[in-house]
């Protein structure tokens, strides 16, 4: 069974903070490393992704590190603001038939 | 363009009811997925559907059937409801199974 571990389960950040999410995975055959980022009582949204031989990628305020030799992948959220509030997922992407595996989720709060 | 639909919305069902969810899409995607989202454990994939008339397991597909009659809609069906499967059901669609998924805006089903 592939097995994602993400964490910490919940974080609570001030403005302007630095929010880091961190994803652990077992399966050295998976292709692609997104995010999703879930608002409440919504469906998730890709937020970013990174290709396996890429170390680092950066969106605006979001950044992917990926470190492939520790098989985990980060995602950092810089000058984080309260409409950042939302649950994240890392959901590493296997095979060629769309199969994401999600991890547990990750609920940020932004304190204002 | 309205993305990924689902209907319905809301549904409560007795134990061995049976329902169909209706899920719809209008970018002309070929995959499409079901998924169940439960508290702590994240998105788990049912069945997915690589194209009209085509169905295929997913991680936890028992209780669960599928049809993929039409490109734009994928239904999903529960032949005799168990409070088990309450849930909260989120149908999503790629153009090819890459990592980019839109999903629709879920649906919460409760069985008694």
């Known amino acids: 069974q592939q097995q994602v571990k993400q964490s910490p389960q919940s974080l609570i950040v001030q403005k302007g903070g630095i929010s880091i999410i961190n994803c652990a995975y077992e399966n050295t055959a998976f292709d692609y490393f997104p995010w999703y980022q879930q608002f409440p009582g919504k469906g998730p949204a890709l937020l970013i992704a990174?290709?396996?031989?890429?170390s680092e990628k950066k969106e605006g305020r979001f950044t992917i590190s990926f470190n492939k030799s520790a098989k985990q992948f980060s995602l950092h959220i810089m000058d984080s603001q309260p409409g950042d509030s939302a649950t994240y997922f890392c959901a590493p992407l296997w095979g060629n038939t769309g199969k994401l595996i999600f991890g547990q989720g990750t609920t940020l709060q932004v304190k204002p | 363009n309205a993305g990924v639909t689902q209907t319905p919305k809301f549904r409560v069902l007795k134990t061995g009811q049976s329902m169909t969810l209706l899920c719809a899409q209008d970018m002309n995607h070929e995959y499409m997925y079901w998924y169940r989202q439960d508290p702590g454990m994240g998105l788990r994939l049912i069945h997915y559907?690589?194209?009209?008339?085509?169905?295929a397991k997913g991680e936890v597909p028992d209780g669960y059937n599928v049809s993929r009659l039409k490109k734009q809609n994928f239904l999903l069906g529960l032949e005799s409801a168990a409070p088990s499967q309450t849930s909260v059901y989120f149908c999503a669609s790629s153009y090819g199974g890459g990592y980019t998924q839109y999903f629709g805006p879920g649906t919460r089903l409760t069985v008694l």
């Open positions: 990174i290709r396996p031989d890429v």
């Open positions: 559907s690589v194209g009209e008339g085509t169905t």
